[in-house]
């Protein structure tokens, strides 16, 4: 066989330009430099650039202490990336301003050393363990500082609840109003959702925080690597065994953006809750000024500029995290998640804790939202269950009757009279009954809070008492829990500076 001459390979000598991938220089495999359009869409996010250099520079001490780098070459790569730190630590200004990506402090080094010794970086790990430990490196503090906020949160919502907890409001559903419960209760139903969250968020991280490092593209490296020690120096919980799981899998992702949409559904109700209170119709909820804004056209308006934003941004997130799933059924299989659909979450968990606190409640305007309409009538069908004997269905269709009989005459509940009630159910039953009960207690919002005392989760104002109690207990635990999870973070960059400098000093 005739073996044709090499091109010439003159190029590879030149210095690569900014933005290429180094290692895709045109003339080793491929014959031209990539497309403008393609570079652009290959750039990660910035934040991933601090999971970069953590792994860069742990992968590197692994590499001397196997003995798979040379301790003189370890120390140049290692004070060399050392170097691109700020004076706060933070290595993502230089490494933005390098270029190339993942592979930015190997691009740095061989720039800065020559390949002799920034060539040795990517020794037994490929660009998918780069990515794979960078989105679980920044992902996971994302997740720390949105459980956090989700904390503070829920003891907001309980502190607040504190001051209106035999305060009457009623309660809706489909915008029509049902039953009495308190300002209170209500905003312990808006917290109970946040405590769940909290709890997936937790398992979330826990899963997440599993070490890919060493998978390289599926099938690890017969390099005599060690994925243990860079997993522990990252702060990992430890190391996913199955590397072909590492490079297929994507859940974690999935997991992450459902995590961030859950919460973001919760606070995102309680802002339309919100939202609706502060209506003039409504007028239960007023908001300092300097959470609102005005119209540029309507002098008159007052609107709740920060409760918008919130729904705005709440909704995004919950977008963002169903295209995730949209994506992961492509044959490539490529799904990214930004970190900042994350730090997007945590303020808007920022600005809602913020209206939680200065939201002003009308008690008096909440009272008498209950009068203008029949939110006391299940009270009242019950009271002839007692004092009749009657189903509960005949006395549900008996008050029905009453209060379709009163809005046909434009009567209201501070109408209503034991006369009619018996009227009506004697035409019902075809029977006399007798309403020995004073109506007017059953008809009083407060008395019907105090008639629930005995009904777990119910708006009477002793177990309000205890609901909220049980969220400010949340609230203390998982501050416990990730102030733990952040100490094992901590511990393990003093371990991973610890040994960069030993092996510096060396």
């Known amino acids: 066989m005739v073996r044709e001459p090499l091109d010439d390979l003159s190029s590879l000598s030149e210095e690569f330009t900014e933005g290429e991938q180094f290692y895709r220089r045109a003339g080793v495999r491929l014959s031209e430099p990539q497309a403008e359009s393609v570079k652009r869409i290959s750039e990660p996010p910035s934040a991933f650039h601090a999971g970069y250099h ?16 040379s301790t003189e070459v370890g120390q140049v790569m290692l004070k060399g990336l050392s170097g691109l730190e700020d004076e706060t630590g933070d290595p993502v200004p230089a490494r ?33 363990d780069l990515t794979n430990v960078a989105e679980r490196f920044v992902l996971r ?32 559903t489909g915008l029509q109003q049902a039953q009495v419960g308190s300002i209170g209760y209500v905003l312990c139903s808006l917290a109970f959702p946040v405590k769940r969250d909290l709890s997936r968020l937790v398992a979330c991280y826990d899963r997440l925080n599993q070490s890919p490092a060493g998978a390289a593209v599926g099938t690890t490296t017969d390099f005599n690597i060690d994925r243990e020690r860079v997993a522990s120096l990252l702060g990992f919980d430890g ?40 209506s003039d119709e409504f007028g239960v909820l007023e908001l300092p000024d300097r959470l609102c804004g005005t119209s540029s056209i309507m002098p008159q308006k007052k609107n709740p500029h920060s409760i918008q934003v919130v729904q705005r941004d709440t909704n995004s997130i919950i977008g963002e995290a169903i295209q995730q799933f949209v994506a992961v059924k492509n044959l490539s299989g490529e799904v990214s998640l930004s970190p900042v659909i994350l730090q997007q979450l945590s303020n808007a968990i920022e600005i809602w804790t913020n209206v939680v606190e200065a ?28 004092d009749c004997g009657i189903s509960w269905r005949s006395a549900h269709q008996i008050i029905g009757v009453l209060v379709r009989h009163y809005e046909e005459t434009g009567q209201t509940v501070d109408d209503v009279n034991v006369e009619d009630i018996e009227r009506i159910a004697e035409a019902y039953l075809d029977d006399r009954v007798t309403v020995s009960s004073s109506i007017e207690t059953v008809l009083d919002p407060t008395t019907g809070l105090e008639r629930r005392d005995s009904i777990v989760g119910s ?17 203390t635990e998982y501050r416990s829990r990730f102030a733990d999870r952040r100490s094992v973070l901590e511990q393990a960059r003093e371990s991973r500076y610890a040994a960069i400098e030993a092996i510096i000093n060396t």
């Open 239 to 278: 190391v996913i065994h199955n590397a072909e799981d590492v490079d297929k899998s994507v859940d974690h992702l999935l997991e992450v953006g459902v995590t961030a949409a859950t919460s973001a559904s919760s606070i995102g109700q309680a802002a339309d809750q919100f939202l609706l209170w502060f």
């Open 54 to 69: 953590a792994f860069d520079l742990t992968h590197t001490v692994m590499l001397v202490e196997r003995e798979l780098v």
């Open 359 to 386: 939201a002003d409640f009308d008690r008096n305007r909440a009272q008498e939202l209950i009068r203008e309409d029949w939110a006391l009538m299940t009270d009242l069908a019950a009271l002839l269950v007692r």
């Open 459 to 475: 708006p009477a104002p002793s177990e309000v008492r205890e609901q909220i109690a049980t969220l400010q207990q949340t609230a």
């Open 96 to 128: 933005e301003e390098i270029g190339h990506g993942a592979h930015s402090g190997e691009a740095f080094l061989i720039a800065e050393y020559g390949e002799d010794v920034g060539g040795w970086l990517n020794v037994g790990r490929s660009s998918h």
């Open 141 to 172: 503090e994302r997740l720390l500082s949105v459980g956090e906020r989700l904390a503070d949160l829920i003891d907001m919502y309980a502190t607040r609840a504190k001051d209106h907890i035999d305060d009457p409001i009623p309660t809706y």
